[in-house]
């Protein structure tokens, strides 16, 4: 298995774990938005490695933005580069 094939097995793992707990996710491919606040797991997986770098943005079920995973293919072990979440009590 490639790198950038183990790193998108371990993306598409984040992707439905995220979808699992009730998030949509958009992700941001640098100039554009290849997917807009899904919660289509086979649309948001299919869409990412198009660039070299994506940014999976979290919204919870009310449409607000409550996280951001940045993803660097071909870095290996550090392509989960900077992320973010927003916990409620």
Known sequence: MSGIEREKQ???R???AALARGYMISINGGEHFPVKRSSDAEQIIGALASTDQDQLVLYDGEGE???SILLIWGKGDAF????WLEIST
Do not use: M, P, Q
């Open 10 to 12: 371990i993306a598409s």
């Open 65 to 67: 933005r409550v996280g």
């Open 14 to 16: 984040l992707v439905r």
């Open 80 to 83: 989960l580069s900077d992320w």
